[in-house]
């Protein structure tokens, strides 16, 4: 008796023509909304504006305004009873009237810092700290004008919790690299305010201007014992 021999029915290669097709044109529309999205966005928005039944309201919240006019001039503070500002926190202005300077101060020194007013070095003091204060913005923008304050010059600054007043020293120019431009572990109270120079340089320089204010006035903090 003879054994048949049973083929295997080969696979019908209908199912690849179809399937192939489809899934490299799926593939298409993908890559293509993905390359067009840059153009399609805009043109989705402006229809869908059009099409809306009423104007849109653009709510945006107000700036935070704070008044440092109340601070007090003299006196003692109690340091446990501060106010005092946390990482980038606005807590005061500088006024130099004879640069035309009057500027918000946030603590921190950061771009972002900067880009919105006058930074504090964190690893220095605070107004009333009996230390170094090392503060710097931008010179081509709230401090472009630095260089027009003189000896004798007033500096004030108003903070939450009291009303500062300096007085200009001195001036330098210095390499961004040179540490003796400034004494974070001075005795005594004093401010040192400084930009990137020259003051109409766009971009990095390596060079910085300084200048030195003495203690006039203001309330001191009484430090814990």
Not at 60 to 73: I, N, R
Not at 183 to 195: G, K, M, Q, V
């Amino acid at each position: 008796m003879s054994k048949r021999v049973l083929e295997k029915p080969k696979k019908s290669n209908r199912t690849k023509f179809i399937l192939c097709p489809i899934a490299f044109f799926i593939m298409g529309l993908v890559l293509a909304s993905i390359a067009f999205m840059p153009i399609l966005t805009p043109m989705v928005d402006i229809l869908n504006l059009v099409t809306l039944p009423s104007p849109p309201t653009f709510e945006e919240s107000a700036p935070v305004e704070k008044d440092f006019s109340s601070g007090e001039t003299s006196g003692v503070l109690n340091w446990e009873s501060l106010d005092l500002p946390g990482d980038g926190e606005l807590y005061g202005e500088l006024i130099i009237k004879s640069a035309g300077i009057d500027v918000d101060v946030y603590f921190g020194d950061s771009p972002t810092e900067l880009r919105k007013g006058v930074g504090t070095y964190i690893g220095a003091g605070l107004p009333g700290q009996g230390r170094t204060i090392l503060m710097a913005a931008h010179n081509n923008s709230y401090f472009h004008t630095l260089g027009e304050v003189q000896p004798g010059d007033t500096i004030e600054i108003n903070t939450n919790y009291g009303k500062y007043v300096y007085e200009m020293t001195d001036s330098r120019v210095a390499e961004d690299t040179d540490s003796t431009a400034y004494d974070l572990s001075a005795p005594e109270e004093n401010l040192i305010l400084y930009t990137c120079y020259p003051f109409d340089r766009l971009g990095f320089t390596s060079q910085r201007y300084f200048v030195y204010a003495k203690y006039v006035s203001g309330p001191q903090w009484k430090l814990p014992e």
